[in-house]
């Protein structure tokens, strides 16, 4: 069975203990205010100078939020957190917050399409980035600028599932004087620890495996109390992508659950990727756990979660389309870490291939989230599926 750390179990289950306890309340209360009186206007003064932590004005500091940013910090083994409206306004904020005109970002691996996105419009505001797709040191080092101020990592990636040597870039990064940050999102917190490896930032889309059941949005960015702040004040209080009580509510539930149904992921996901390995109808499995990807463990990690990758052996794209219409348990659609099933194409249209330049990403490739409908089912209708 995936071995997880005991603490992140008790964490998970306890996190709200301390402003729920009197109540005698599983979970905290939701605390639905925008704003917070003080007994006297000393007080308020003090609080509007600690914004960051002091529950004022919701846009900067809520209670029920901060129970979750506590939870958060502490899986993480960081010394703060701030939670947003989503994972993309944790990535945007800290981008804006950390970086200004005539610095340079490096990406490396595979990165959410719509954080490179982000970096082509911040290219109008003098901020330029690279972006790296090999994933040895040697290619790493050499991309970085003497202005690279931000290493901005995925690892595993959330397509290819490719696995980087995270304390290695951590370093480098340090060495090279920039922050490194990590999209930690396809881990969890639970199965890496990315700032016990020399990371400076972490960030999570809650909207995945911390919510676990695809009904809501929102993300975290963890670390020093000092980065924290930096991008709370420089980004978080100015750009205004909060995350809402109830969503931390959801986000907490979600925890109390995370350690079990993360167990249930990574061996359902683990089954059915080597099932799919063994098939003739599929070229390769991108699993980070398979032999052809997987390559040395990297230091601290404890397994794989629920999201993986394969290329048919034949068809290419519209085989692709063809073989998700017939399945059945596996819903179409974006997003994943929920209860159910999801497939979703590689690419939105047949991938142009430029003579002897085939696509990174390939034109037949599917990727899964697995779900909790059983290993068996899950097999029996990848199988019919792609028999036809
Ligand atoms: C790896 C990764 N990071 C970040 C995000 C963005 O998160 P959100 O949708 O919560 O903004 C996503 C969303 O799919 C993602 O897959």
Redesign the pocket.
């Known amino acids: 069975m995936l071995e997880l750390d005991p603490r992140d179990e008790l964490l998970c289950l306890r996190s709200a203990e301390p402003l729920s306890e009197s109540a005698g309340m599983v979970l905290p209360g939701i605390a639905q205010a925008s704003i917070f009186r003080k007994e006297t206007m000393e007080e308020l003064h003090r609080d509007l100078a600690r914004e960051n932590v002091a529950s004022v004005y919701s846009r900067g500091t809520n209670p029920t939020v901060r129970v979750l940013e506590h939870t958060l910090a502490g899986l993480e083994r960081g010394e703060a957190c701030k939670c947003f409206a989503?994972?993309?306004g944790a990535?945007g904020a800290t981008l804006f917050g950390l970086l200004k005109a005539g610095d340079h970002v490096l990406f490396v691996n595979d990165i959410?399409g719509p954080t490179l996105e982000l970096a082509r419009r911040l290219e109008d505001f003098g901020v330029s980035h690279d972006h790296v797709l090999a994933t040895d040191m040697e290619a790493i080092g050499a991309a970085f600028r003497d202005e690279t101020r931000i290493v901005f990592m995925?690892s595993p990636g959330?397509t290819l599932l490719h696995r980087l040597d995270i304390a290695a870039i951590a370093r480098l990064a340090r060495e090279r004087g920039a922050l490194s940050v990590i999209?930690n999102?396809?881990a969890t917190p639970l199965l890496q620890k990315p700032i016990e490896l020399g990371v400076d930032l972490v960030i999570h889309?809650c909207?995945k495996y911390i919510g676990g059941h695809s009904d809501a949005?929102?993300?975290a960015l963890i670390g020093s109390g000092e980065l924290v702040e930096r991008v709370f004040y420089n980004a978080y209080m100015l750009m205004g992508a909060i995350m809402p009580p109830l969503e931390a509510f959801l986000f907490l539930r979600g925890l109390m659950t995370l350690p079990t149904r993360i167990r249930r992921h990574h061996e359902d996901a683990l089954a059915v990727a080597k099932h799919l390995d063994h098939h003739p109808a599929v070229a390769r499995v991108f699993h980070p756990e398979l032999a052809e990807d997987g390559g040395a463990r990297p230091e601290g990690w404890r397994g794989h979660s629920g999201l993986f990758s394969f290329e048919l052996a034949e068809g290419g794209f519209a085989g692709a389309v063809a073989v998700a219409n017939r399945l059945r348990l596996f819903g179409n659609a974006v997003?994943w870490g929920g209860a159910e099933s999801l497939v979703i194409t590689g690419h939105k249209s047949d991938p142009v291939r430029a003579p002897g330049n085939a696509p990174r990403v390939p034109a037949g490739l599917l990727r899964l989230s697995i779900g909790f409908e059983g290993i068996d089912a899950l097999t029996g209708d990848l199988d019919r599926a792609l028999a036809s």
């Open positions: 989503s994972g993309m990535i959410y995925e959330s999209d999102t396809v889309s909207s949005i929102g993300g997003s």
